[in-house]
């Protein structure tokens, strides 16, 4: 009796150091950035303790895993002042800020039975409330595939369409909305053609803003689906601009590893995925070359 007693507890005392199979289902997961500051004295250089937190989102999940509700941190404010100068010339001092835990945005998104998201509601918020309705999405399939995008206003009005070709693995969208993120207002007409390979990944993004080329976006993936690579070429189509990379786990298929380097230049950032031993990420590591500036933490409600 006595030896079944220990291996039970030898059992159980491996069981618990070892990985799930599969990651929980998680109801919500909370993001915090953290931030560096400069050290006391010595502002050139960055401090190792000293430390500025943010909470910057949230989502929420059905039990199916499915998206259903993504909230955003970072309330806009503006300010306007007008001054009458003595010579009768009016200045005007105007400027914008953020209150940090306030919510900003939230994005709502229904499903289907075969959880195909059919809907998504992109809400403006104040003072925690919402505010007013910025867009909304429908989405639509045939023969179990995703066809179409379309997207409208608070006034009902069609601002962007995005067809996909099924047949020949093209994507066309079509834009012409106004952007209020993060501070400014853009109004204008965009154009993204997104080309697709036999496997359903993305080759190829080429963007167009009122008729002039963007940027292109040139996408290639290893054999095992362990490394993907991202060139970028701005203001001519094959002006190579800078390369992303990112790596995934060969077993997990999480991602463990983003690199970011632009071309003929010292400029590079990178940021290292740690995940506990139930697969869920909870933490993300930022480099500017080889310093630390700071890092992300998340925190899980689970059903």
């Known amino acids: 009796m006595k030896r079944h007693f220990q291996i039970a507890i030898i059992l159980l005392t491996l069981s618990s150091c070892g990985y799930y199979v599969y990651p929980p289902k998680v109801k919500v997961r ?21 430390k500025h937190k943010t909470k910057t989102a949230y989502i929420k999940y059905d ?6 509700e993504i909230g955003e941190y970072g309330e806009v404010w503006h300010f306007s002042n007008v001054k009458t100068n003595p010579d009768s010339s009016v200045s005007i001092v105007s400027g914008h800020g953020v209150y940090p835990n306030k919510l900003n945005t939230v994005t709502y998104k229904t499903y289907n039975d075969s959880n195909q998201v059919m809907t998504e509601e992109v809400w403006r918020f104040k003072d925690n409330k919402k505010d007013y309705l910025v867009y909304k999405t429908f989405f639509s399939y045939t023969d179990n595939q995703l066809a179409k995008e ?14 996909y070709d099924l047949t020949s693995n093209v994507q066309y969208e079509n834009r012409n909305k106004t952007i209020y993120e993060p501070f400014v207002r853009v109004d204008g007409n965009s154009i993204d053609t997104i080309r697709y390979d036999t496997n359903g990944q993305v080759i190829e993004k080429i963007h167009y803003y009122n008729g002039k080329f963007l940027y292109r976006q040139e996408f290639l993936y290893s054999d095992f689906g362990t490394i993907k690579t991202e060139l970028r070429y701005d203001d001519e189509p094959d002006s190579l601009w800078s390369i992303t990379e990112w790596r995934y786990d060969i077993i997990t298929k999480q991602l463990t590893r ?25 933490r993300i590591e930022r480099y500017n070359a080889e310093e630390k500036t700071g890092y992300t933490k998340y925190k899980y409600k689970l059903y």
């Open 258 to 282: 983003k690199y970011w380097n632009v071309i003929n230049s010292t400029t590079e950032r990178r940021e290292e995925f740690i995940y506990d031993r139930k697969k869920l990420l909870r």
């Open 150 to 163: 379309t997207e409208f206003d608070a006034d009902g009005q069609i601002i962007r369409e995005k067809d």
């Open 63 to 68: 039990r199916n895993g499915n998206e259903i």
């Open 30 to 50: 909370y993001q915090y950035d953290y931030t560096y500051k400069q050290k006391l004295f010595k502002d050139w250089e960055t401090s190792k303790w000293r």
